[in-house]
């Protein structure tokens, strides 16, 4: 059975192993007032289903990666379609894309081959609010 996230909202499928990455998410949430975006960690059930059903490896990708309207979208193209939505003049970034993709993911893989070492926070985790853990996809 499909799931519906994919295809009502955008997914954003995560390393959720990551501080960084999980910071990312958090970032994202922040900005994103009208819960436009869903969530998925690519270790997750509702991940890997996500990510089967649109071909996408399950390993060795160092990206985040977005689902829309059907495509997916990865490295500097993600990040940039999911600023293009967040409040706070983030989507000014957008304009990036008319820089050639390639010197954009060189960008990008330079921060997502660092990502680990660039967030050093506590191993605690925050306990999310129930308006928060809506907005990640669960069987």
């Not at 955008?10 to 819960?35: L, T």
């Not at 270790?43 to 309207?69: A, H, N, W």
């Not at 990040?79 to 010197?103: D, E, K, T």
Request: positive net charge; charged residues 25%.
């Amino acid at each position: 059975m499909p799931l519906p996230g994919p295809r009502e909202h955008p997914v954003v499928i995560f390393d959720g192993e990551c501080k960084f990455c999980n910071a990312a998410v958090n970032f994202i949430i922040d900005r994103d007032p009208n819960a436009v975006f869903r969530f998925a960690a690519r270790q997750s059930p509702e991940g890997y289903r996500v990510m089967k059903e649109y071909g996408i490896p399950g390993e060795g990708l160092d990206s985040l990666l977005l689902v829309e309207d059907g495509r997916v979208f990865v490295r500097s193209n993600a990040g940039l379609r999911i600023a293009r939505r967040l409040r706070g003049g983030w989507s000014v970034l957008y304009a990036l894309m008319a820089v050639p993709r390639p010197v954009r993911d060189a960008a990008y893989d330079v921060v997502a081959k660092n990502r680990k070492r660039l967030l050093r926070t506590s191993d605690a985790c925050a306990v999310p609010t129930p308006e928060r853990r809506a907005r990640f996809l669960s069987a």
